[in-house]
């Protein structure tokens, strides 16, 4: 799974994964986020016309097009397994997938010394932006526009956290990916293996905080094995 995740990057140096334009899409100032949770707005790209990238904002959970009000059961992530037969992705995956940009996310253990959660965060060599492989959908009778991550199951190194994790598209595959005529065995083009992680401070359990504490031993910090 996949239920929170960073975008702490400025985003002169996460635009350049996408062919972006317009200067509204190019010229963002966002703040950095480094606890971001299901519900919140979160930046997305889609196709976009004459062959570039189109940046879109909406709700991290999907809200299905066909629904009439909120969903009740959890849409923050969208299992691989089912995204093409699924009634709340099939439609998505058919015709509006996307790529979720940012440069890390979280993941859980339980201490054996306390019985909490230990929070890890998970990211790439030197701490590069990366693509989350997504959905998004539309709905006209709520007005919302919303995303999901795609979830699969897990490989080297994370299963040594959970069995299932984000699915990280190579960037080779971007095009492809956001083509609706390509099919999903494309996610199979992964940087599963080029993943690292190191253990941090408690405080990120708890979605408002959104920094990083004078504690925490920093999302730069060397690999801590299990």
Not at 86 to 112: H, M, N, Q, V
């Given at each position: ?12 140096e ?54 009439k ?33 940012a ?10 010394a ?106 730069v ?6």
């Amino acid at each position: 799974m996949c239920g929170r995740y960073t975008k702490y990057l400025s985003w002169s140096e996460i635009h350049r994964l996408y062919r972006l334009t317009a200067p509204a899409e190019t010229g963002r100032n966002d703040e950095p986020r480094y606890n971001i949770a299901p519900t919140q707005d979160v930046p997305f790209v889609t196709a976009g016309e004459d062959g570039n990238h189109k940046l879109r904002e909406g709700r991290w959970w999907l809200v299905p097009f066909w629904a009439k009000e909120m969903p009740k059961a959890a849409m923050f992530n969208a299992r691989i397994e089912g995204i093409d037969t699924a009634p709340a992705f099939r439609d998505a995956f058919k015709s509006k997938r996307c790529l979720i940009p940012a440069d890390g996310f979280y993941e859980w253990t339980i201490s054996p010394a306390d019985g909490k959660k230990d929070p890890w965060h998970i990211y790439q060599p030197g701490h590069a932006p990366f693509s989350f492989a997504g959905l998004w959908a539309y709905n006209s009778n709520l007005d919302i526009t919303s995303c999901t991550i795609i979830t699969g199951p897990a490989g080297d190194p994370m299963k040594q956290l959970h069995d299932r994790q984000p699915i990280i598209l190579d960037q080779a595959y971007y095009d492809a990916w956001l083509d609706p005529a390509t099919p999903k065995d494309i996610l199979s083009h992964d940087i599963d293996g080029r993943l690292q992680f190191n253990r941090v401070g408690r405080e990120v359990n708890t979605s408002a905080v959104n920094k990083l504490p004078n504690d925490h031993p920093g999302l730069v910090g060397p690999i801590n094995p299990l």
